[in-house]
């Protein structure tokens, strides 16, 4: 089987907007190359560490590559027309650099090499490390390993919105509380709040590859008595008061739901926020002060934001 690798050089504030696209055209398989990720988790004092990965020459001087692998098809060349109208598009909402998309295809064994040569267990914060499925790790006693297969479904753990996440539930959680994850994705934060004394997760996400790739990720980590997987937009139609309601999103979507977001979380629990770029700090915050949050802490990576909001 063929496949074609899109790549799209842009931004590091563009990389969640681009991925999204490219899952939307069907991607499986998502990289992303930035040489300032690269230098930071190599660094001995910075969570994250990868290994046999490529060398620093293989990233871009400057901005980001986000690679993503798709099935050639008939169509093929529709698909890309009309997608690269859609990376241009994003010029009225971000910087997205130069924008320029690049096709290369490959066959399925390079395009299975391609991606997972990129995924190495990722110590993610102090006790929590990500393990993708098909690597040999040997944790350390310390340490509470997440297997992962992120699938089709965004979310590997090791991108800064998500680090930032986990580690803001690692602070706020305790054993016993009840969290909902909105937008799960490949179901990372849900396992990593059920690993870490959660009572109850619910995992909610509005595409149907997701709801599939979380439910068997959270299987796979014994953690189905905890986590309910189930199709969600946002938060409409929940009830029921929780400790933490966490999102790892993008801004402008965050944004939707800080009212329903005000109703879920009990007094004294906590709303935390990912995913968010350095420019859209401000206007987040005063929406979620706007409904009621107090700002507990603020919480940065490279060019990214986490924002946890306390309710009482």
Known sequence: MKWSEICVHTTQQAVEAVSNLLHEVGAQGIVIEDVEDYDQMMAEDHFGEIWDVSGRESYPTSGVYVKAYVPASGDFQDTLAAFKKEVDGLRHMLDIGTGEVTVV????????????????????????????????????????????????????????????CIQAIENYIEPGDRLIDVGTGSGVLAIAAAKLGAERVEALDL????????????????????????????????????????????????????????????????????????????EVTAALEAAGFTIEETRVMEDWVAIIAKKG
Do not use: C
């Open 105 to 164: 295809e490959m066959d399925e064994e390079d395009w299975a090499h391609s991606w997972k040569q990129y995924y190495k267990p990722v110590k993610i914060s102090q006790h929590l490390t990500i393990v993708p499925l098909w690597e040999d790790y040997e944790p350390q006693p310390e340490e509470n390993v997440i297997l992962l297969d992120p699938g089709m479904a965004f979310g590997t753990g090791t991108h800064p919105t998500t680090m930032l």
């Open 207 to 282: 595409d149907a590859v997701a709801v599939e790739s979380a439910r068997q990720n959270v299987e796979t980590n014994d953690a189905q008595d905890v986590v309910d997987v189930k199709t969600g937009d946002l938060l409409k139609g929940m009830t029921g008061e929780y400790d933490l309601v966490v999102a790892n999103i993008l801004a402008d979507v965050i944004m939707l739901f800080i009212d329903d977001a005000y109703a879920r979380v009990k007094s004294g629990g906590y709303f935390i926020t990912s995913g968010i770029i350095g420019q859209k700090r401000a």
